[in-house]
């Protein structure tokens, strides 16, 4: 069961509008790397978690995502104002002049809708955590890029309260992995003969020693 609250998690505000950083921030609405992708990836792999924690923290971080991509939808409302004018969008996609009615819709800045195909669910939780992980760090670098491209000091602060939410999933999602280490795919992970080869392959190049490997593992961040 989900429940919608009115409030918003983080107050959105602008100085001023701007229709074509609103297509920008429209990636992390209906992008590869945004906030409906992140929500309903760990949705999807929560449903088969047996440990109820990690479960629960799945779950947790995914109702939190949704909040997130409600804190975008309302900075690109904003940012997008009150004039249907698709040249004010220089580069991008235009759908929200000529289609939505300028609705943040479930698009990335070019234009492309969202899709499932975006989703990684291999019902391994090993390999679920990596991929999340993966996830958030690429989520903050593209709140990076966003970032930068903006003066509006308002939307800097959405835009920085929105990296560093996704650095603290980051470091949930690598405590519950060390929790499970030696569990499902990470189980005899990297100890074979085969796995202990190194092909050099780049030649003239530089010599690598041959791996050494050890089960993937993160310090705990809490220390």
């Known amino acids: 069961m989900f429940e919608h609250k009115k409030q918003l998690l983080y107050e959105v505000k602008i100085e001023k509008p701007n229709p074509q950083y609103a297509m920008l921030l429209q990636e992390q609405l209906g992008g590869a790397n945004g906030e409906l992708k992140a929500a309903m990836q760990y ?47 220089g580069v991008g996609q235009i759908e929200a002049h000529v289609l939505g009615g300028l609705s943040p819709l479930l698009m990335n800045s070019s234009g492309h809708p969202w899709t499932a195909d975006y989703i990684n669910c291999t019902g391994d939780l090993v390999a679920d955590l990596l991929s999340n992980i993966a996830a958030e760090q690429r989520a903050k670098v593209v709140y990076e890029y966003l970032y930068r491209q903006i003066e509006d000091k308002e939307v800097r602060k959405t835009i920085d309260f929105l990296l560093n939410r996704e650095e603290a999933h980051n470091a949930l999602f690598r405590e519950a992995l060390n929790k ?9 992970f990297g100890v074979t003969e085969d796995s202990k080869l190194y092909f050099n392959l780049s030649n003239p190049g530089p010599n690598h020693k041959a791996p050494n490997p050890t089960a993937p593992s993160f310090e705990n961040t809490r220390r």
């Open 180 to 188: 499970i280490q030696d569990t499902g795919s990470n189980r005899d």
């Open 43 to 89: 949705l999807s792999q929560s449903f088969r978690i047996k440990d109820q924690e990690i479960k629960d923290l799945f779950l947790d971080i995914a109702a939190e995502e949704l909040s997130h991509m409600e804190i975008i939808s309302t900075t690109i409302n904003l940012l997008n104002g009150h004039d249907l004018d698709y040249k004010g969008v």
